[in-house]
């Protein structure tokens, strides 16, 4: 899986690409496993340019990590939840969040607009380990008040569509 944000840098990192590393985040972003020599033969260039200019996306901030997909329910995981979280003070966020990437179960978390001051994606063995989480971790945070959605199934996942903007 290939993750690019970060607002901050998003405008400097866009001018600082072109053409040829738009194509590697295309086919890098499909297939984190790609060996760089055949993105390479893809690109037409070599595999030690493939190799810098990856490198180079890294420092850019633009490629945040690889990782690979584990199936949540084949390790034991097979509750998934989101919740949108609501504060008691708006002052919370920094100690909130600190305190959510603490719990492993917590594999998300996102700052939000609308009703929830935050939203959490979280997987549980079961139902029964979902409550006790809720209880046990998540209500000492001194949140106001929670809400649950539960996924019963992932229909799928894909990666973003890397267009070059280069060209623009």
């Given at each position: 899986m290939l993750l690019i944000c970060?607002?901050?840098?998003?405008?400097?990192?866009?001018?600082?690409?072109?053409?040829?590393?738009?194509?590697?985040?295309?086919?890098?972003?499909?297939?984190?496993?790609?060996?760089?020599?055949?993105?390479?033969?893809?690109?037409?260039?070599?595999?030690?340019?493939?190799?810098?200019?990856?490198?180079?996306?890294?420092?850019?901030?633009?490629?945040?990590?690889?990782?690979?997909?584990?199936?949540?329910?084949?390790?034991?995981?097979?509750?998934?939840?989101?919740?949108?979280?609501?504060?008691?003070?708006?002052?919370?966020?920094?100690?909130?969040?600190?305190k959510l990437s603490e719990i492993p179960e917590v594999v998300e978390c996102h700052y939000t607009t609308g009703q929830y001051d935050m939203f959490i994606k979280l997987y549980a063995r079961d139902n029964a380990h979902l409550l006790d989480i809720i209880h046990d971790k998540l209500q000492p945070l001194g949140l106001a008040r929670t809400e649950s959605i539960i996924s019963f199934k992932e229909a799928f996942r894909q990666p973003l569509p890397i267009e070059d903007l280069s060209k623009q």
């Open positions: 970060n607002k901050k840098t998003d405008n400097m990192a866009r001018q600082q690409l072109d053409s040829l590393d738009y194509k590697i985040l295309r086919l890098i972003s499909a297939n984190a496993r790609v060996p760089f020599l055949e993105v390479a033969r893809e690109c037409g260039v070599s595999g030690a340019a493939i190799h810098q200019r990856v490198q180079r996306l890294v420092n850019l901030g633009i490629i945040k990590g690889t990782d690979y997909f584990v199936d949540p329910a084949k390790v034991g995981f097979g509750t998934c939840a989101y919740m949108g979280l609501y504060l008691q003070t708006p002052d919370q966020f920094e100690e909130v969040v600190a």
